[in-house]
């Protein structure tokens, strides 16, 4: 008599692929809830401070998503571009027999790997509320305090440096049209960059520790530097002391000098501070996000470094270049004072310190809880 075939009547074999992936997915997720909390505490307590002070100020709820909604908008962008380049790489330089399902292959393996999913969808998702809770506050600003410290901001811009305002001692190095257009796609590249961080840390495999504070080093950032701080130093910038009737105004030949070069270049920095200035009169909803002191530019170039750093030391001294260039198209571009881009980059670096502090404790207080569960277990 022949062999009968062996049966495998298990519950692992019986389950159908897409069952087996949902359940590894809700046990990743189980798994890697605690390890998270810290970012959700943060992000939630933001969003919910805001949404307080939106509804004590009567500020409408027309901004709450403007500003995560855009950032998500350019994650799930350059998510698809990474797919994109992927494909091309393998059907030009790897050439597999089948490309297409080398590409799935590849999709199933490491794009959609549980561990993988998980950790984007937590980072996403603590991204999302804290830009929610960023947007509401940001917006409230002029509402809660007006503007008024940008006098007293470049007065102080002065004094620092040597009776001259920065802008004036840029221009002679920078005051051409050509570099001014590079300032510009330069200072334009930062919310791509900042939403490729986002990519890069937020599914990121493994190193849990490093993408929790990456993720709450932001919050701080954003939550204390670009809302906190921004309502107690209340300003609009160099490029609105005229729109504010602020007199003197030393920044005037900076803009006519930016709309001069615009007749030849395309500077996007002036339709981007037009749009502000509508968000602040009313006319267009969601926009209303003018603030400088601090420079959350600045600030978040500056984490950007931190990061990059631990990455390896040519990222980290690549970012840093690229964090002085910010730096000096904030100024030359006419959005800051020297002394928000000074600030900004202490908050980055005080905001990535603090939150590697904040890790620290919290994964501490869950070895001493484990222990203790282990030693109820054992008694």
């Known amino acids: 008599m022949p062999p009968i075939a062996s049966t495998d009547f298990?519950?692992?074999a019986a389950r159908p692929p897409a069952l087996a992936y949902g359940r590894r997915l809700i046990r990743e997720l189980r798994a890697s809830w605690r390890a998270h909390r810290l970012g959700y505490l943060a992000s939630l307590t933001l969003l919910g401070a805001a949404t307080l002070t939106s509804l004590v100020i009567g500020q409408e709820f027309g901004v709450y998503l403007f500003f995560s909604t855009s950032l998500a908008a350019v994650v799930i962008a350059l998510l698809g571009a990474v797919c994109l380049l992927k494909l091309m790489r393998m059907i030009i330089f790897e050439r597999p027999d089948r490309p297409i399902k080398a590409f799935a292959e590849w999709l199933r393996r490491d794009v959609l790997a549980?561990?993988?999913?998980?950790?984007?969808?937590?980072?996403?998702?603590?991204?999302?509320?804290?830009?929610?809770?960023?947007?509401?506050?940001?917006?409230a600003i002029p509402l809660i305090l007006p503007f008024s410290w940008d006098m007293n901001l470049a007065e102080l811009d002065k004094a620092l440096h040597f009776g001259l305002h920065p802008w004036q001692i840029l221009q002679p190095l920078l005051g051409t049209p050509l570099v001014t257009f590079a300032f510009?796609?330069?200072?334009?590249?930062?919310?791509?960059?900042?939403?490729?961080?986002?990519?890069?840390?937020?599914?990121?495999?493994?190193n849990p520790a490093f993408r929790m504070q990456y993720l709450l080093a932001s919050i701080l950032c954003w939550g204390i530097g670009g809302n906190a701080l921004a309502i107690l130093l209340s300003s609009a910038g160099p490029c609105y002391f005229e729109p504010l009737g602020l007199q003197p105004n030393p920044y005037a030949p900076l803009m006519d000098y930016l709309h001069e070069v615009n007749q030849s270049y395309s500077i996007w920095a002036l339709a981007t501070q037009d749009m502000l200035w509508k968000g602040y009169l009313g006319e267009n909803m969601g926009v209303n996000m003018i603030s400088a002191m601090p420079s959350m530019h600045i600030a978040t170039s500056t984490l950007f470094a931190l990061?990059?750093?631990?990455?390896?030391?040519?990222?980290?001294?690549?970012?840093?270049?690229?964090?002085?260039l910010i730096f000096l198209g904030s100024v030359h571009l006419g959005w800051h004072f020297a002394i928000d881009g000074y600030f900004g980059a202490l908050i980055g670096w005080a905001s990535w310190h603090v939150a590697g502090r904040m890790i620290a404790w919290d994964r501490a207080r869950i070895d001493n809880d484990g222990a203790k569960k282990r030693a109820i277990k054992t008694a």
């Open 10 to 12: 298990s519950a692992s």
């Open 307 to 324: 990061v990059a750093y631990r990455a390896s030391q040519r990222l980290g001294l690549v970012m840093s270049l690229y964090a002085l």
């Open 184 to 206: 510009n796609v330069i200072y334009n590249a930062w919310f791509f960059i900042l939403a490729g961080f986002f990519v890069w840390i937020g599914f990121m495999r493994g």
């Open 114 to 139: 549980p561990e993988r999913l998980v950790a984007g969808l937590h980072a996403m998702l603590i991204v999302n509320f804290m830009g929610m809770g960023y947007g509401l506050l940001k917006s």
